[in-house]
């Protein structure tokens, strides 16, 4: 087998969520394997911040600044990447927000709609604007970032995430295989990557983290190491080879899968 499978020279890929954490990563992976990324991100200055990390190491990114939950910014995107890079060969769907964690019935309506209006409405809007571009010209490879939660539930006696989230993440998986099953003859591909607990980098729990006492803390991260079979939490830089994997042709045959990337999770 040789390694020009996995190149990506040439190919153009849209990362949502490119600001911080795994989308991040992601977008840095993909350029270093030959992608020309074009980062988006509703923060400014997070996504500038990604692109200048991509360029300073002599790969190609460009910025694009929309939020996955505006129909009215999304509904040109398609032409908007026609018109500055010509086609769309991958497209990452990224963004997303975590609750505060609550049980079902402490969690208000309003927090529910809003984690389902950008987990789950925001990858729909995203894909219904960029697919027609990538059946003009010529296919591609969709990659949803999922996660653990929406794979089974987890409650180790307090609340670590909540069900809008779970509700969403299964939502996301899906859609991935409805997805694959309608454009497959269009040569788009589409799967879904379901990440474990990470490390450092994310951003997408900082909001509620604080709030934290230290006790909290160490019982949230007990409950996650004694669950993970690998005794750590994931770096976000590890998902950098299974996100080029799915976006070049060495996985030119795997469509509508859900991929575990949890340090063994999910095989307990």
């Known amino acids: ?5 996995f190149k ?11 600001g911080s954490g795994l989308g991040r990563e992601m ?3 993909l350029s270093a394997a030959g992608c020309d990324v074009v980062c988006a991100d509703r923060e400014r200055s997070w996504v500038t911040e990604t692109v200048s990390i991509i360029q300073s190491r002599g790969h190609k990114a ?13 509904a040109h995107l398609g032409r908007a990447i026609k018109s500055s890079h010509g086609k769309l060969d991958v497209l990452v769907n990224n963004a997303g927000v975590a609750p505060y964690p609550k049980r079902l019935h402490e969690v208000d309506a309003s927090d529910w709609r809003r984690v389902v209006d950008v987990n789950l409405n925001g990858p729909f809007l995203v894909m ?6 990538m059946m003009e010209t010529g296919g591609g490879s969709i990659i949803n970032v ?8 987890f409650y180790p006696g307090f609340p670590v995430s909540g069900v809008a989230y779970a509700a969403t993440k299964a939502g996301l998986a899906g859609m991935t295989k409805q997805v694959a099953a309608e454009y497959a003859k269009d040569k788009i591909r589409a799967n879904a990557i379901a990440p474990g607990w990470q490390g450092a980098g994310t951003r997408l729990a900082d909001h509620f983290k604080a709030d934290w006492s230290a006790e909290d803390r160490e019982r949230f991260e007990q409950a996650i190491l004694s669950g ?3 005794g750590r939490r994931g770096d976000a830089k590890e998902l950098q080879g299974l996100v080029i994997y799915l976006a070049s042709d060495a996985s030119s045959y795997v469509t509508g899968q859900i991929i575990a990337h949890d340090g063994g999770w999910t095989a307990i």
């Open 1 to 5: 087998m040789s390694t020009e499978l």
């Open 8 to 18: 990506l020279d040439g190919k153009v890929a849209l990362v949502t969520g490119a």
């Open 27 to 29: 977008a840095i992976g």
């Open 62 to 74: 460009s910025r694009i600044i929309f939020d996955v939950t505006k129909e009215d910014e999304i």
């Open 128 to 133: 219904r604007a960029v697919i027609p571009l």
């Open 146 to 153: 999922a996660s653990l939660i929406g794979l089974g539930g």
């Open 228 to 230: 993970t079979p690998m």
